[in-house]
């Protein structure tokens, strides 16, 4: 008689209903399942077989989450490290860029031409006078 009236005492406790001793309400379903939650979790049922064994599910889902979650972080990490030695190169080849172009810009003035062809003896020189002269109509017509 007695695990009889401790079971309707729990179950109007869980659902919200009133205690037998003092007439109040209880808290709702929702909170005494928090509640009882809070409470395994302090004192370490938690981690017991049963608890597992009762949220097996609940439990192989929470892993695939994590090890979802630690291989999107090595996935990001790993792209993440991948996109910076990218960006570094692309500041490097920019920089030999300029240089060669700079470089370039030099070596093609007509002097350093000229001084290069008489490094090498080649007798080529620029003409002093332009190949053809232009005829200048009047404006008087």
Do not use: H
């Given at each position: 008689m007695d695990e009889n009236r401790e079971e309707q005492e729990i179950e109007k406790t869980e659902t919200g209903g009133t205690t037998p001793d003092?007439?109040?309400?209880?808290?709702?379903?929702?909170?005494?399942?928090?509640?009882?939650?809070?409470?395994?979790?302090?004192?370490?049922?938690?981690?017991?077989?049963?608890?597992?064994?009762?949220?097996?599910?609940?439990?192989l889902i929470l892993l695939i989450l994590l090890f979802c979650y630690i291989g999107n972080r090595y996935n990001c990490h790993r792209k993440m490290a991948e996109i910076e030695r990218l960006r570094t190169r692309e500041t490097e080849l920019r920089y030999e860029a300029t240089t060669l172009s700079s470089e370039l810009t030099g070596v093609s003035r007509p002097s350093q031409i000229e001084k290069l062809f008489e490094e090498k003896g080649i007798d080529i020189h620029s003409p002093k006078t332009?190949?053809?002269?232009?005829?200048?109509?009047?404006?008087?017509?």
């Open positions: 003092t007439g109040e309400t209880s808290l709702p379903g929702y909170q005494t399942r928090i509640v009882f939650f809070l409470k395994e979790l302090f004192e370490g049922e938690i981690v017991s077989f049963d608890f597992i064994y009762r949220k097996w599910k609940a439990c332009p190949s053809y002269k232009l005829k200048r109509k009047s404006y008087e017509e």
